[in-house]
């Protein structure tokens, strides 16, 4: 999706020109993809922008700042600030939120000890990532021949700019061979994820998503919605999930940040039901939830201003 300027983005501390946001060509992260960033979303809710869940988000920004062994040099609680600043600035009554954290100018080669750590934050309007009808409508996934990392290769609990090269393969593939969306196999050949989301599954009315010990990210969008299934009274686990429990799922969907909740309506050409009664329920309840109309999770939206 083309991207629509805002008018600031927040760079090392202090509000500058969206144009004028910019990084020497010799940056660290443009040569070795060594930075940490965040998909967060701000929605309109009826006390104005509310950011969902931005400290959990702020927060796994740092463990995997930590696993490069990359030392942001803000307090979570310094960039919860900063985020909230940057959205108040742009006026928008809803937004996509970028926070990345990177190796800057000034050093080159492997050795990342000596590097600058640079932070920014941007954020911009931006639709539902799969499409708007992506909840009753669905989408097409293939398996992508393109493995998830081993963890001892490139740790995928880490959120790391490099990390996406492997799932920007996955998506082009899927894309260009008329599908919507990737499903990411580990290195065991069992289900880790999608390219950007985490997927859910429907077998016998259990909900079941891949574990981060599968090459899952741990989301937050996963966390929330097993949260809203378990107050619907649905039954929602993280186990393993083989490539063939896709084929045979009574209902799948997939969720993050950017897509949502958005359903499935085949794997590899095999039709999935869609759009299933409990993806439905759990879409409907997240909507509501991310703009604050539900009393019992309206701590997870913090107030931009």
């Known amino acids: 999706m083309p991207i629509t300027p805002t ?25 070795y993809g060594s930075g940490v960033f965040e998909g967060i979303r701000a929605y309109e809710t009826a006390e104005g922008p509310a950011i969902f869940r931005l400290t959990e988000h ?14 942001i040099p803000y307090t979570v609680d310094e960039l919860i600030a900063a985020t909230k600043e940057t959205v108040a600035a742009t006026g928008l009554s809803s937004c996509y ?35 708007d009808d992506a909840v009753t409508k669905g989408v097409r996934l293939k398996t992508s021949l393109w493995t998830r990392h081993d963890h001892n290769t490139m740790p995928p609990a880490a959120k790391t700019t490099g990390n996406y090269v492997n799932s920007s393969l996955a998506k082009v593939e899927a894309l260009k061979a008329g ?82 909740v958005s359903s499935v309506n085949s794997v590899d050409d095999r039709s999935i039901a869609c759009p299933g009664p409990m993806t439905l329920a759990i879409a409907e309840k997240y909507h509501q939830a991310v703009r604050g109309e539900i009393a019992e999770y309206k701590h997870w939206c913090e107030l931009a201003v």
């Open 7 to 31: 008018e600031k983005i927040w760079m090392n501390g202090e509000l500058v020109d969206w144009e004028k946001a910019q990084v020497h060509v010799l940056t660290h992260a443009l040569h």
């Open 58 to 71: 702020i927060e796994r920004l740092f463990n995997s700042a930590k696993i490069l062994g990359m030392e």
């Open 97 to 131: 939120i970028r926070p990345i954290a990177y190796l800057g100018y000034g050093e080159m080669g492997l050795n990342t000890l000596p590097c600058t750590v640079d932070v920014s934050i941007a954020c911009w309007p931006w639709g539902a990532y799969l499409g």
């Open 179 to 260: 599908y919507d969306e990737a499903v990411m196999l580990a290195p065991n050949g069992l289900v880790a994820e999608c390219s950007g989301e985490n997927i859910f599954v429907s077998r016998h009315g259990k909900l079941i998503s891949p574990p981060l010990s599968a090459g899952a990210l741990e989301g937050i969008t996963q966390s929330t919605v097993m949260t809203i299934a378990a107050d619907l009274g649905f039954e929602a686990v993280l186990d393993n999930i083989a490539r063939t429990d896709l084929y045979i799922a009574d209902e799948a969907f997939v969720c993050g940040t950017a897509a949502e």
